[in-house]
């Protein structure tokens, strides 16, 4: 996995993870594009696009959109539940969680994020938060 | 946390984004005071305050503080301190080259600490962070911790992804050691996270140095199958949605894929056991309804198929995928029709699966009209594309083509390549090519590039059965109100080359191609208008009953005084040219385009280009080696790279302006940037025109009229071509490529030969004899380069065989030597002769003796055109006589033989109702 974004309906971006050194510049430059491009898309559309030499998987939560770039050979449908899988442990840690959850306990989304991911691949179903 | 609290209140209820910057700058100076401030803070509030930092940094402001207080907080030996330390630095430092020394001694002391939860810690700022600053530092240790026979089963995991990732970023850093061996055998660990994370580490590292880790295929085998053949519930753990251990599933057959099939016979068929099962897995019902339960288990299916595809050794398994991936193709789920699609793509490139691929054609094609999703219908695309071959492509091709009518802007123009690809590649007839080619120009001209006119123009050009449609088609198409600049510019440049042959019919002739021509210049763009110019001077070689037209039209001020300089020159000299030229000259400077050298298509390298690195590549590639074994229409699309600057009529290169200053004949040779690169080089030719007709010439060779036919293999696939042609490739292999353009006056003759090498390597004593005589070629061939050899003739008495150039050559240590027939044949020395009915039929009666006529009637190879037997008839060198007979389907050519013994034969032939070719030739030449 290239990077992971988590960003709402309006375009905020609210949690970004990077596996891949890019500078700031361009990091804000693919996030702007990506999200630009995701939010054109219609609802019932598939859920993954090829975007430059990436694949991105993306997929709706409520107001957020959870979204992958991954690498040509790597498996779309799995890296959709790794986005599941993220979103079950989201969660269970904060009790049915929505957007204010992240926002406000952007802490803990990122070390349950690295807790679960490491250098973008799946590690481990995370032991409970201390 | 109380902060969380204000922070909350600015945000949400601060209006502008002034009052935010506002209260994020005072708590910004807040914090600031904290840390400079007196009393040392405690570890909660350090905590705190960085913290808070990170947030307004995740806001999207800028922080240049705190650093050293985060590091600070590594050294804490509480874990929610360090925890908030780490995540700081993983976010904010990148490559602060003033603390890394500070971090990397904290993550040294944490690894070292054999407390499981902080070595983890700093394994993860390690893989977040993954600078080569921290790879130096650790790439030596972190092997150690991953293999210790004492490391906890977690970390092991975090070290195995975190080498991984170090691996990526920077690789020359991770040495490579006894280490490997043993993270193979991690593949048996108990700890199924552990295998998990291996796999990974083991699935990169094979890539680079395969042979390593050889002994993972069979262990990850082993593992494989124990796990699909796992009731789900043996593995609780690590079971997702009824699924057993996915993501362990989905890597190990990536890991696989790194290798080619196991050659060993058990393990092999154990592997097949596994790939069987999964196939039929998918078939059963599905245990939850939950979408969770179908993604996993499909995404184990689709990275199966991908393995199968990898082999592409097991017809039956190739085929099961197939068939599975074609129920997927009309699944209720979007994502799968999609992910279907995108695999069938690699399948039809299998031998074993590519008729099965097939039988869905009607499927994707509906998939083509009816998706919504434009990235799916791109899929589509390239799956028809994928399956297109000679039984199927008039179908794809008309789908396509229907389809671009709609398609969504962003995909235009690769479809417009694909469709001109594939028209190129199965084109049984040329007829149906260029039709394909003008539709496609009239359905999105602007999505057609360069590469794709270019390329309709290569193929008119090189194929002489196509010319006359060609030109037939082009003009009615220009007969539309409005046409695309792109049909201007192959019409006004087929019309150019080949008007003539559509210029019998009235309602073609020259006078009404040129004023449809020029009723389209005043709404070009300037190059498409140069180019026009061109075929203006071209049509004043064609047709001289135009010239004085044309002439008036370039000498309107519009042209002459055109603000475009490229324009006025071309103005100027082609008016100057028509007017000081004598119609021999025009007729050599203005020759018909000799063929292009066949290489690879330029349309197929810009879609590669396009493609970059990504999707299709190899795709294509493996495609295009299976044509070529089957040998279709591979010549067209094989050879260099370097096709795509063909500019043939140099609408761009301007014309050196020396046409003006000297009537000399060297002075015309700028013209010749016409021919394009491909063309002989000028300096050779330079001194055609005055060289070919004098006698004295250092080594003019006195054709023997007994040629014994040259020993060794001869190559005279090209020779036929000759027959009604002076210049062309007369002979192609890989290595060398040997052009001819040759020019006859009465009894002499000349040819040029041009040995080009098309390899990377230098030809070395490199020689080309003639079997009567020699002038040597250089010796050398530099790799890439061309180089001309002068061949003077001259007909002393008739003949029949065709002299033999022998040519020896070492390349790359192996001497090479073949035989290739020259095309000099009898009738090269024609020289038209015009004469009217009556001089026609009193000659033709003293030709009356039986032994004197030969009369021969075939079966017509080609078409019947009129305009292309007429061409024909004059490529042979007689010249045409129109009116002498009354009956249209008679044609009547007339022409004399000089040889030096000044024995003049007058040849007249007669043949009813035929196309003049090569048999006919054959026989003439035996009867004098």
Known sequence: MQFMLLFSRQGKLRLQKWYVPLSDKERKKISRDLVQTILARKPKMCSFLEWRDLKIVYKRYASLYFCCAVEDQDNELITLEIIHRYVELLDKYFGSVCELDIIFNFEKAYFILDEFLLGGRPRRRPRRMC | MVWFFFIFIFIFTGKSKEAEIKRINKELANIRSKFKGDKALDGYSKKKYVCKLLFIFLLGHDIDFGHMEAVNLLSSNKYTEKQIGYLFISVLVNSNSDLIRLINNGLKNDLASRNPTYMNLALHCVANVGSREMAEAFAADIPRVLVAGDTMDSVKQSAALCLLRLNRTSPDLVPMGEWTARVVHLLNDQHLGVVTAATSLITTLAQKSPDDFKTAVSLAIARLSRIVTSASIDLQDYTYYFVAAPWLSVKLLRLLQCYPPPEDGALRGRLTECLETILNKAQEPPKSKKVQHSNAKNAVLFEAISLIIHHDSEPTLLVRACNQLGQFLQHRETNLRYLALESMCTLASSEFSHEAVKTHIETVINALKTERDVSVRQRAVDLLYAMCDRSNAKQIVAEML??????????????????????????????????????????????????????????????????????????????????HENLVKVGGYILGEFGNLIAGDSRSSPLVQFQLLHSKFHLCSVPTRALLLSSYIKFINLFPEVKATIQEVLRSDSQLRNADVELQQRAVEYLRLSCIASTDILATVLEEMPPFPERESSILAKLKRKKGPGVLPNIDDVRQEREKERSLNGSLD???????????????????????????????????????????????????????????????????????????????????????????????????????????????????????????????????????????????????????????????????????????????????????????????????????????????????????????????????????????????????????????????????????????????????????????????????
């Open chain 2, 402 to 483: 229907s389809y671009l009518e709609n398609a969504d802007y962003s995909i235009r123009e690769e479809i417009v390549l694909k469709v001109a690809i594939l028209a190129e590649k199965y084109a049984v007839d040329y007829t149906w090519y260029v039709d394909t080619i003008l539709n496609l120009i009239r359905l999105a001209g602007d999505y057609v590039s360069e590469e794709v006119w270019y390329r309709v123009i290569q193929i008119v050009i090189n194929r002489d059965d196509v010319q006359g449609y060609a030109a037939k088609t082009v003009f009615e198409a220009l007969q539309a109100p409005a046409c």
């Open chain 2, 638 to 928: 094989d050879g260099s790279d370097a096709a795509s600057k063909t500019p043939f009529l140099a609408p761009c290169a301007p014309p050196p302006p020396s046409v003006l200053s000297a009537g000399t004949m060297t002075s015309l040779y700028p013209t010749a940037d016409l021919l394009g690169p491909t063309a002989p080089p000028p300096s050779g030719g330079a001194s055609l025109l005055v060289d070919v007709f004098s006698d004295s010439l250092s080594a003019v060779a006195h054709a023997p009229l007994d040629m014994s036919p040259a020993s060794g293999p001869m190559s005279d696939d090209n020779f036929s071509r000759f027959i009604c042609k002076n210049n062309g490739v007369l002979f192609e292999n890989q290595l060398l490529q040997i052009g001819l353009k040759s020019e006859y006056r009465q009894n002499l003759g000349r040819i040029y030969v041009f040995f080009g090498n098309k390899t990377s390597t230098q030809f070395l004593h490199f020689t080309s004899t003639l079997n009567i005589h020699t002038k040597p070629a250089e010796a050398t061939v530099d790799a890439g380069a061309q180089v001309q050899q002068i061949i003077n003739i001259e007909c002393i008495s008739d003949f029949t065989d065709a002299p033999a150039l022998d040519i020896h050559f070492r390349y790359g240590g192996t001497l090479q030597s073949f035989v290739v027939k020259l095309p000099v044949m009898l009738n090269k020395f024609f020289q038209p002769t015009e004469m009217v009915s009556q001089d026609f039929f009193q000659r033709w009666k003293q030709l009356g003796a039986p032994q004197q006529e030969v009369q021969k009637i075939f079966k017509a190879q080609h078409a019947m055109d009129t305009e292309v037997t007429k061409a024909k008839i004059i490529g042979f060198g007689t010249a045409l006589l129109d009116g002498v007979d009354p009956n249209p389907t008679n044609f009547v050519g007339a022409g004399v033989i000089h040889t030096k013994n000044t024995q003049m034969y007058r040849l007249t032939l007669r043949t009813s109702r035929d196309t003049v070719s090569q048999r006919l030739s054959d026989l003439l030449s035996e009867q004098f």
